[in-house]
T-cell receptor
Framework: NAGVTQTPKFQVLKTGQSMTLQCAQD?????MSWYRQDPGMGLRLIHY???????DQGEVPNGYNVSRSTTEDFPLRLLSAAPSQTSVYFC?????????????FGEGSWLTVV | AQSVTQLDSQVPVFEEAPVELRCNYS??????LFWYVQYPNQGLQLLLK??????LVKGINGFEAEFNKSQTSFHLRKPSVHISDTAEYFC???????????FGTGTRLKVLA
């Protein structure tokens, strides 16, 4: 049972480059989200989706785009990377009904922008 | 708006001593409450959660938490910690009927030999 799978695990980007962090879940969860984790700031919500075709902004959406074309996938795009986007990114999913509102996290993607 | 406050950024404690990690939240509606643990260079794992019913919730690894609605708190406790409990602990809140979760800034528990 794979759960939530994120790729890549590590990535170094140059300022201005673009990239996509991939996220897939195999639990048929409706809700998916992206967080970034920075020292002393906990987890901050970037974007979330309550179902295929529906996305919304979280606390820190600037510089990031998302789409949700299928239930399983929720990629996060950085269009023009900036050093301020150096962080650890976590994808998560949840289903209110079956998992009792538990969020399941991926293992994280460490991104460095130089 | 929802918010979660974890007042202690770091908590050092000796092995086999008890520990309490504090969490307070603000919300105008009924909530679900969670504690997650993060070991170094790993993702977050669920320790325990409060959805409804008994206010004392037991989780994995001997941890428990008590929901106190009047004080809007959900403190995490363990009567005797082990070196392996060294990790970062996050409290989270979600309004009932929504999917949105808000996390606290985390408490780093360091267990000393």
């Amino acid at each position: 049972n794979a759960g939530v799978t994120q790729t890549p695990k590590f990535q170094v980007l140059k300022t201005g480059q673009s990239m996509t962090l991939q996220c897939a879940q195999d639990m048929n969860h409706e809700y998916m989200s992206w967080y970034r984790q920075d020292p002393g700031m906990g987890l901050r919500l970037i974007h979330y989706s309550v179902g295929a075709g529906i996305t919304d902004q979280g606390e820190v959406p600037n510089g990031y785009n998302v789409s949700r074309s299928t239930t399983e996938d929720f990629p996060l795009r950085l269009l023009s990377a900036a050093p301020s986007q150096t962080s650890v990114y976590f994808c998560a999913s949840s289903d209110q009904g079956n998992s009792g509102n538990t969020i399941y996290f991926g293992e994280g993607s460490w991104l460095t922008v130089v | 708006a929802q918010s979660v406050t974890q007042l202690d950024s770091q908590v050092p404690v000796f092995e086999e001593a008890p520990v309490e990690l504090r969490c307070n939240y603000s919300s105008s509606v009924s909530v679900y409450l969670f504690w997650y643990v993060q070991y170094p260079n790993q993702g977050l794992q669920l320790l325990l959660k409060y959805l409804s019913g008994s206010t004392l919730v037991k989780g994995i690894n001997g941890f428990e938490a008590e929901f106190n609605k009047s004080q809007t708190s959900f403190h995490l406790r363990k009567p005797s910690v082990h070196i392996s409990d060294t990790a970062e602990y996050f409290c989270a809140v979600s309004d009932q009927g929504t999917y949105k979760y808000i996390f606290g800034t985390g408490t780093r528990l360091k267990v000393l030999a």
